[in-house]
């Protein structure tokens, strides 16, 4: 199995900042990593696949890069509705499918 | 748009069988590429993959709950389906329904969420 893991598990930032997500593999993914957001009470939507290819409708203050086993979520600019949890995944390598731990990017 | 929507009860008791459905609506079920799974998160914890199927019904599952899970796809009816038996409280989580496939195999599309709690 893979494992996941996200640093920091809480990110304090103020609006209009730059946030520097990380997440490490356990082995390499190659490209196959995703990031999704969770805001409080909703569910968790994609922002990005293949390591760096923003989803449909996703905004372009967020970027993501990698590759192997280091990789990185960039929002370059904190918008009040981008305080949520992060998180990545690896869908290179399964069965499992699985998740880091999350990073919660908080004011 | 493609659209998913989780059914099924809120509570359940220990021991007993989860059994939940996701309806598909705006989209077709059967496409080729497309795998139909399902995800959960117990309170206040990250997520959990705990399975998935594809259209023509082959299931990959995490090994963690393998022996407890049965993932089904009903294309007649644009629905997949989870069962999981001998529930705990640990169980207790909000189960996702999502799609992988759209536009790579991360999952591009998810449902609301249903909460089931697993209580006597």
């Known amino acids: 199995e893979i494992v996941m893991t996200q640093s920091p598990a809480t990110l304090s930032m103020s609006p209009g900042e730059r946030a520097t997500l990380s997440c490490r593999a356990s082995q390499s993914v190659g490209s196959n990593l995703a990031w999704y957001q969770q805001r409080p009470g909703q569910a968790p939507r994609l922002l990005i696949y293949?390591?760096?290819s923003r989803a449909t409708g996703i905004p372009a203050r967020f970027s993501g890069s990698g590759s192997g086993t280091e990789f990185t979520l960039t929002i370059s600019s904190l918008q009040s509705e981008d305080f949520a949890v992060y998180y990545c995944?690896?869908?290179?390598?399964?069965?499992?499918?699985?998740f880091g731990g999350g990073t919660k990017v908080e004011i | 748009q493609l659209q998913l929507h989780e059914s099924g009860p809120g509570l359940v008791k220990p021991s007993e069988t989860l059994s939940l459905t996701c309806n598909v609506s705006?989209?077709?079920?059967?496409?080729?590429?497309?795998?139909w799974g399902w995800v959960r998160q117990p309170p206040g914890e990250g997520l959990e993959w705990i399975g998935s199927?594809?259209?023509?019904?082959?299931?990959y599952y995490n090994p963690s709950l393998k022996s407890r899970v049965t993932i089904s796809v009903d294309t007649s009816k644009s629905q997949f389906s989870l069962k999981m038996n001998s529930v705990t409280a640990a169980d207790t989580a909000v189960y996702y329904c999502?799609?992988?496939?759209?536009?790579?195999?991360?999952?591009?599309?998810w449902g609301q969420g249903t909460k089931v709690t697993v209580s006597s």
């Open positions: 995944q690896q869908y290179n390598n399964w069965p499992p499918l699985t």
């Open positions: 999502v799609l992988m496939g759209l536009q790579s195999y991360a999952m591009d599309v």
């Open positions: 293949g390591a760096s």
């Open positions: 199927v594809s259209y023509s019904g082959t299931t």
């Open positions: 705006g989209g077709s079920i059967s496409r080729n590429s497309y795998y």
